[in-house]
């Protein structure tokens, strides 16, 4: 198996950006969910309620955000901008981050037609993993729903794709790595792996909801609840519904590269979930 492709995402629910090579540190791929958007009561707006997030292209250079609309001027956020810290919630997580000023509120509320706020994840920030799920009780993540990383398998892909009319990109599933190489749906057993000089445990199948019926470069829900519906008659674990993809936290620092191999090194001995036949 190896690494296919590999995705950042600057800003939480914005468009994924390729890149050739990850570099992780304690919190996970640098630059992953960095920023996010918040409403009026500072709790965090996703593809969820606004798919058109999906349109949004963002690009870091130099420590400036750069964010493309189009049909709008480009936002650009230099690093520090605002600054003044504010009470924000990520699922049942509340933290303080610094606000990123009236401009970009402006640009992105009139943008989604909705009073909107950017953060960004604080430099000293620590937000710790579920207890429930976290191999190590020190183990953190930034802005991401729950994990440091997202594994998806394009054999999974092929077997959703074989029972739609319309076949989706693998984007659908707003993962980090891509792999190739892996039997449909083996994902969810792995609890250890290791991906180029990189030893990652596997933590929790993703329980997958809304998000990935939206297409990602339009914005648009073009097949309805599709392929949400289909995942979840095709593969499904009681308590989550539908999986598609295994979340990943990191044992240490390093660089991931696409062409990376990938090695399972331990499975779970737990029943998989069903996946119809």
Known sequence: MKVKALALHPVKSLRAVEVDALELDAHGPVGDREW?????????????????????????????????????????????????????????????APDCGDEAARWFSEALGMPVRLVRFPRDGRRLLDRAYSPRPDATTRFADGYPALAVNLASLAAVNARLQRPIGI??????????????????????????????????????????????????????????????????????????????????????????????LEVSAKEAPHAAS
Do not use: Y
């Open 36 to 96: 996010m958007l918040v409403d009026q009561a500072g709790r965090f707006v996703t593809q969820r309620t606004a798919p058109l997030l999906a349109r949004f292209v963002p690009r870091v250079a130099e420590g400036v955000l750069t964010v493309e609309l189009a049909g709008r001027e480009a936002l650009c956020v230099p690093p520090g901008a605002g600054g003044s810290p504010r009470e924000v919630t990520v699922w049942r997580d509340t933290l303080a």
């Open 171 to 264: 984007e659908r599933f707003r993962a980090n790595v891509v792999v190739d190489g892996a039997r449909a749906w083996e994902e969810d057993a792995w609890t250890t792996l290791r991906i180029g000089p990189l030893v990652f445990d596997g933590v929790k199948p993703c329980a997958r909801c809304v998000v990935i019926t939206t297409d990602q470069l339009t914005g648009e829900r073009p097949q309805g609840a599709l392929p949400l519906d289909t995942v979840a008659e095709q593969h499904s674990v009681p308590g989550f519904g539908a999986v598609f993809g295994q979340n990943l936290v990191h044992r240490g620092p390093g660089t991931l590269r696409v062409g990376d191999r990938v090695e399972v």
